[in-house]
């Protein structure tokens, strides 16, 4: 079974400042992917970034990269220069190999201060 | 126009009444999912179904059902409704590569709430 822990609930980071949240996962699959989704407070969940298990270089898009340490289980999601927009519940995931069930982390709400 | 569509956007509803939950999309995707949100649990998969003929459970399947009527079309159903399952449900597609590298799609989510 495969699971995802996020475990900073909340937090806070000055504007225009980085951000790394953390998530580790469980798997014993050798291919998986790591996704990262943004959930704003109006609900709609949006899809960030995805990283490969086979992926030799940390996935970036915009300002988000992701910080994937194979050998540690962990996925963090690194936010750049954060902007106010940014405020909002993020979400790791994983899916196994083969399908697209992807199991969630608890979800870490971060807050971006002016 | 949203590509995933759930209906109702809200819906308050009595211990033990019936309720169904409805989903319509217009990506063209296989494959259609449930999963409710609770705060501090992350989302979980409720059901899941990789065509019209093939329905499968998921981690939390217990005291609900789903109908896929159409490729377009996944419906959830709560048979008796109970305070424990107010939560956030989404519906959501994907597209049926079955490479992990394939994301899943959203609808706006239904906010339950079982009184």
């Known amino acids: 079974a495969q699971k995802i822990t996020q475990t900073q609930p909340g937090m806070f980071v000055q504007e225009k400042e980085a951000v790394t949240l953390d998530c580790t996962y469980d798997?014993?699959?050798?291919?998986?992917?790591l996704f990262w989704y943004k959930q704003p407070s109006s609900g709609e969940m949006i899809f960030l970034i995805y990283q490969g298990s086979y992926d030799e270089q940390n996935a970036t898009e915009g300002r988000y990269s992701l910080n994937f340490q194979k050998a540690r289980k962990s996925a963090n999601l690194v936010i750049s220069a954060s902007q106010l927009g940014d405020s909002a519940m993020y979400f790791c995931a994983m899916s196994p190999n083969a399908g697209n069930m992807l199991t969630f982390g608890g979800g870490t709400r971060l807050m971006v201060k002016p | 126009d949203a590509d995933v569509t759930q209906t109702p956007r809200n819906r308050i509803t009595k211990t033990g009444k019936r309720i169904m939950l409805e989903c319509s999309q217009t990506k063209g995707h296989d494959r259609m999912y449930w999963y409710r949100q609770d705060p501090g649990l992350g989302l979980r998969l409720i059901y899941y179904s990789f065509d019209v003929k093939d329905i499968n459970k998921g981690e939390i399947s217990d005291g609900y059902s789903v109908s896929r009527q159409a490729q377009a079309k996944f419906s959830l159903s709560l048979e008796s409704a109970i305070p424990n399952q107010t939560a956030l449900y989404f519906c959501a597609t994907s597209e049926g590569t079955g490479r992990s590298n394939e994301k899943l799609f959203f609808g706006s989510g239904t906010q339950l709430s079982v009184l």
């Open positions: 798997t014993s699959d050798q291919s998986y992917g």
